[in-house]
């Protein structure tokens, strides 16, 4: 074998571990951190659920409104510094976060790792592809889309153990993981540099849409507390549609928006976008209420919960394998609209079937195992439906606004519960709280069905071409 070939082998396994490990962490923080929760309230002098709330909230509205503008950025300066100042800064934001001495400071450091967890994923896949052998790439991408689905299986019982120490081993765990990637990855991972030109991504864009989804999230934490006839309520709510108007405005505007508001007009891409938003909201709200149950109503520990929860995310990953052959037979609008009616049966199933007393063979292990079955069956298939649906030169830009509408989604989703259980006296107070969550989860999962069946059936030979000419979009800056 000659050296130069064998340091190309070497260079593209380090490229793919260095890549895996950032993704991972990534996003096992998006799970680890809700079995967290009630004893970062326990810890914080008992902080409320609307204060805990914006320890996920603040993360995904940062990370949904830079993920595009960091992309950018990162295509400007090069792929390889971008993921590697977005690890650097998220391990550094890990090491904040468990030094936190209250909900604010904790809430402040969870937004600096979103912005490097922004910076991180739109380059791991793009240094993946760069290292990847043509004819591999397609393998190469299924690998970095399963590392969030074993990273959702792995969270709740790798939360359960850590918090069981400490829950600030939730985010030390990142350290010794982003270190080690840092340190090989500053020396193998390859430089890419796509594009040096152009102009810059729109920051002042990306903060109206920030400004904008916080007021919305802030005026459905505090409904409750303040009344929704309030003028706290009806103020933020207000300036929300406001910032968001705003917002668009400047989309249609700038060189580069943050939304670029002609792939909207795309029907597939902007169905797929908004049904993944719908289903968020349902996803994010099942998360919550299944661990904030566990723990506050049965009394289970969070080793418990990790372990009572894990088998709807466990079952994700394998399932998901065997999707792309149901929808390639049936077609995108049909499997996710069953995938999410299936996740609404799982979610109604707990509002009828769980009472105070645990019973989780019987009552919390059937929902959860039909909810698993649901995100197998929507999530990948309104992803892929959008990510084909797109002209191969927009496939970044767009996977990204799909990404950001599911984090949008789970914002909404997280605030909703918050207002919806409130803070029960008693146990029978909380057992009507949580049922009329589990019923709005599955509203807005019936939502995201009907809007699924609006999805056009794709044609057959159109994403094998959109796949070869987007593998020869990546070959061109090696050819040169």
Known sequence: MRVGESNSRLSATATTWVVAAGVFVVNLDLFI???????????????????????????????????????????????????LLGLGVFTAASALCALAPGVGWLVAARILQAAGAAALMPTSLALLLAATPAERRSQAVRGWAAIGGIAAGLGPVLGGLLVAADWRWVFLVNLPVGAAALAVGARLLPDVRPDQRGPLPDLAGAALLTLGIGALALGLVKARDWGWSSAGVIG??????????????????????????????????????????????????????????????????????????APGPLLVPPLTLATGRVVHRFGPARVAAFGCLVFGIGTLWWATALETRPNWAAGL??????????????????????????????????????????QTGSVLGVALMVTLLGSPATAQAALHAFRHGWTATAVAALLGAAACLLLPRPAVAAPAAAARTAQDRQQEPQRG
């Not at 949904?64 to 950018?72: E, F, I, K, T, Y």
């Not at 661990?291 to 372990?307: E, F, P």
């Open 365 to 406: 292990l059937p929902g959860m195992l039909v909810t698993g079955l649901g995100v197998a069956l929507a999530l990948p298939t309104l992803v892929g439906a959008a990510a084909t649906a797109l002209p191969p030169h927009r496939f970044a830009t767009g996977s990204a606004v799909t990404t950001m509408a599911r």
């Open 236 to 309: 933020t709510l207000a300036a929300s549609a406001v910032l968001a108007g705003c917002f668009l405005l400047r989309s249609a505007r700038h060189p580069a928006p943050v939304v670029e508001l002609p792939l909207l007009r795309i029907r597939a891409f902007a169905v797929a976008s908004g049904a993944s938003l719908l289903f968020s909201v349902g996803f994010a709200a099942m998360l919550l209420t299944s661990v904030l149950w566990c723990q506050q109503v049965w009394g289970y520990s969070a080793m418990r919960t990790g372990l009572a929860i």
């Open 33 to 83: 951190v809700n079995v967290a929760m009630p004893a970062m309230g326990t810890s914080f002098h008992h902080a409320s659920l609307s204060s805990l709330s914006w320890v996920l909230n603040a993360y995904a509205i940062v990370f949904a409104a830079l993920l595009v503008p960091a992309g950018r950025l990162a295509d400007r300066a090069g792929h390889r510094r971008g993921f």
